[in-house]
């Protein structure tokens, strides 16, 4: 009797999209609310279950990007294609290498350096979440009773590393870009946001350049019963949103107008391009037979 023959499927560990949906599921329903809750009082200090929610969601996005770029380089450098492809290695960066490096070996062309920036900044922020800095805050009291300005001072044996002393602005504790937060209870629901959006530009920048199904993440959905209070006025009538410039522009609106104003101020002026993508015809991508730039 002939024995049957065996079979199998090959899959690849990516976490991207689950690690973007859970965050955006966890800033939605736990620091959401207390964001609005607080929602004319200034920031820092920042409640404790908005910020901890907002710090795991920054770290949960920037993980979800660097398993994004590892699946990219997978599929071009190291997956078997029929015919093998041309300049391969594309990718002259390493899977275990830091998230920033291979961000600037990415982001090489000219109009590209703000938005490079933009990501290292993201990375310092998360840097300071995950790579535990104590610092002492001192919160002054006027003599009307009214809050002080906060100040923060690392505590004796805790040192910021070069990329954080490189990106930091010079007399308080935030970058010197986005104003990005380098104390960990700092962290605000705001400033998860401002992660989004940028996130929001570089997939798309990614997209567009290296298209499908090499860049493209995919789409989210959302219930309701989860994202009634991130997804206000939507007609769930017609469709649920699972795009993911609907849960982008969603969370942008959530922000108090003078929140809207600072985040825009602190991109650029500029907000299309971290709003929205373009849409167009999807065309075969050209660095799978050209060289690498």
Known sequence: MARARRSSTTSISNLSIGLIKSAFLLLTEHSLPIYRHNIDHPRPPVAQGENVNAAATIVMLVTGLDYHLCRLKYLRDVAKHKKPLPYTPYFNWTFGQALSTKLRKLLIRPNEGRLLTQLI??????????????????????????????????????????????????????????????????????????????????????????????????????????TDELFTGWDWSYAHPDDLQDWVKAFYHTLSPQDQDKVKKNLGGHLAPYLSRKYGSPKKPEFLSKPPP
């Open 121 to 226: 900044e993201v990375t310092v922020c998360r840097d300071s979440i995950v790579h535990p800095k104590f610092y002492t805050i001192t919160h002054p009291w006027n003599a009307d009773l009214t809050n002080g300005r906060l100040t923060a001072r690392l505590a004796p044996g805790a040192e910021l590393g070069s990329k954080a002393i490189q990106h930091k602005m010079r007399r308080r504790d935030f970058t010197r870009l986005l104003r990005l937060p380098l104390v960990p209870t700092w962290v605000s629901y705001v400033d998860a946001v401002v992660c989004i959006l940028i996130l929001h530009r570089l997939l798309n920048l990614l997209e567009s350049r290296y298209g499908n199904p090499y860049a493209v993440v995919g789409g989210i959905t959302a219930y309701r019963k989860q």
